[in-house]
């Protein structure tokens, strides 16, 4: 089992910046690929962002690609999103995912385990 508790979410203005963490506690963190995906009300889940356990390969939605930043420090078992120029389209629940696999994947239902989420609400 891996539990994951992300934290980090707010409020902020349009074009401002906020950073997400995701604390992975159970079993051995860097075996995981992880994912960050979004929900907004009324909307299905979406991918915004995946890493590779080893860290050295990351994917992004085109919607926040070149805005945001996943990364990952094993020693810590935390992964981060760096979220920078949001736009209020960016309002949504944010959700830690892991995926059991070396490789990661932009599909909700191929992770295996996910965090409750955190609040990010960008106001215009």
């Known amino acids: 089992q891996v539990q994951l508790v992300e934290s980090g979410g707010g409020l902020v203005q349009a074009g401002g910046s906020l950073r997400l963490s995701c604390v992975a506690s159970?079993?051995?963190?860097?075996?995981?690929?992880m994912g960050w995906f979004r929900q907004a009300p009324g909307k299905e889940r979406e991918f915004v962002a995946s890493i590779r356990w080893s860290g050295g390969n990351t994917y992004y939605a085109d919607s926040v690609k070149g805005r945001f930043t996943i990364s990952r420090d094993n020693a810590k078992n935390t992964v981060y999103l760096q979220m920078n120029s949001l736009k209020p389209e960016d309002t949504a629940v944010y959700y830690c995912?892991?995926?059991?696999?070396?490789?990661?994947?932009?599909?909700?239902?191929?992770?295996?385990?996910w965090g409750r989420g955190t609040q990010v609400t960008v106001s215009s």
């Open positions: 159970g079993r051995t963190f860097g075996s995981y690929a």
């Open positions: 995912a892991a995926r059991g696999s070396y490789g990661s994947s932009p599909y909700p239902g191929e992770y295996d385990y």
